[in-house]
Every structure is written in structure tokens, then in C-alpha cells.
T-cell receptor, first 113, second 115 residues
């Protein structure tokens, strides 16, 4: 079984500052890792995913994440945030058989002017 | 153009009633899901269907019954609604088989309020 822990429930940050949203996972098998974003009153949309290969993955809107197998982490980063990045961010893990994705509890990113 | 659509967007009803939420995807995906998101934003999978067959049923009360008439539709029927059923319900779809990963596409959600 897999599990996902998002270490921060809320992250306030000033506009144009860098941000890191932390995610740790546990699994006894190889996994795929995802970050999704949920804007207010909307469904989730995929930011980026790690399947295999390069441990640094780039996604939409200037976000990137680094897969660290030894630390079982998949932290999300952005070098300079905008007000429009204010949203809920979910880390997720899926085993390689598919069909079931486990989501973390979410991290609320609040970007202040 | 909508990839995954849900109806209705809002649903307000009394305890004890029966209601349905419909979901349709036009992405040609073979797998569909229902998720429940509570007031704290926690997202939990309820059901997963692959090619109209139930694959995952995550200890959901049997008052909840999913129905998949074809690969493009997955509806959720809820009997005897309870206060604790109030939440936002999301439908999602993905294409399995290709490398086995399930990048999911979500609908806009249905906000269910039980009074």
C-alpha cells in the first residue's frame, strides 16, 4: 500500500518569492508521482508527473519537482510565484499497475502582494 | 469541448432523499473514477471503473451505487442521504494500459449539501 504526506497544510509567501511545497511518500513497490493543482471552485488539473528517467521534472506554469528515491520525497518548487498561483496543491502517488491514486491532504499556497 | 463534465454542479437536498450525479467524458478514456472531497479538502477515492467493470470500491457505504452504462459515462446514485454525505464529489477519467500510469482528468465537481 502507498501513502502520501504533505508536510505543510498552508504556505503563505510573498509575490515573486520562491516556494517549495513538500511531499513524502511511502511504498513497497515502484510508483508514479504526481502534483495536481486545484484553483478555487474547480476540479484538479495535472501540474507535472514523474514516471521514470530524469529525477527533475518540469511542469506547467513554471513549476518543477525533484524525485528523491533515497528520501522518498517529491517536493514541488517554483522560483518566483505570482498571485495567480494561489491554490490548493496535491501530491499523489500511484503504483505501476494503475487504477488507484492516493492523494495527500493538500497544501494551500497563498501568495500575498 | 469539455473533457469531463458533471451534472448538476450544485445539489441541495433533504436527509433521506435519493439523488444521482452524472458524469461524462469525451476523451476516449477507458477508466473512470469517483472521488469525495470533504470540507478540509481531503480527497478520497470512492470507486474506479475500467471498461465498465468495477475495479476499486473503497469501503464506501452501499447507499452509494455507481453505474457505468458505457465507457464514457459513470453515474453515482446515492440512497437515503445523510448529513455526512455533504461534500464535493469529483468525477475523473484516465487511459490505462499505456505504461500503466493513470494521469487523471477531473470534472468541475458537484457540491452536495444535505440539510
Amino acid at each position: 500500500a502507498q501513502s502520501v504526506t504533505q508536510l505543510d497544510s498552508q504556505v503563505p509567501v510573498f509575490e515573486e518569492a520562491p516556494v517549495e511545497l513538500r511531499c513524502n511518500y511511502s511504498s513497497s513497490v515502484s510508483v508514479y508521482l504526481f502534483w495536481y493543482v486545484q484553483y478555487p471552485n474547480q476540479g484538479l488539473q495535472l501540474l507535472l508527473k514523474y514516471l521514470s528517467g530524469s529525477t527533475l521534472v518540469k511542469g506547467i506554469n513554471g513549476f518543477e519537482a525533484e524525485f528523491n528515491k533515497s528520501q522518498t520525497s517529491f517536493h514541488l518548487r517554483k522560483p518566483s510565484v505570482h498571485i495567480s498561483d494561489t491554490a490548493e496543491y496535491f501530491c499523489a502517488v500511484s503504483d505501476q499497475r494503475g487504477f488507484k491514486t492516493i492523494f495527500g491532504a493538500g497544501t494551500r499556497l497563498f501568495v500575498k502582494a | 469541448d469539455t473533457a469531463v463534465s458533471q451534472t448538476p454542479k450544485y445539489l441541495v437536498t433533504q436527509m433521506g432523499n435519493d439523488k444521482s450525479i452524472k458524469c461524462e467524458q469525451n476523451l476516449g478514456h477507458d477508466t473512470m473514477y469517483w472521488y469525495k472531497q470533504d470540507s478540509k479538502k481531503f480527497l478520497k477515492i470512492m470507486f474506479s471503473y475500467n471498461n465498465k467493470e468495477l475495479i476499486i470500491n473503497e469501503t464506501v457505504p452501499n447507499r452509494f451505487s455507481p453505474k457505468s452504462p458505457d465507457k464514457a459515462h459513470l453515474n453515482l446514485h446515492i440512497n437515503s442521504l445523510e448529513l455526512g454525505d455533504s461534500a464535493v464529489y469529483f468525477c475523473a477519467s484516465s487511459q490505462e494500459g499505456r505504461r500503466g500510469y493513470n494521469e487523471q482528468f477531473f470534472g468541475p465537481g458537484t457540491r452536495l449539501t444535505v440539510l
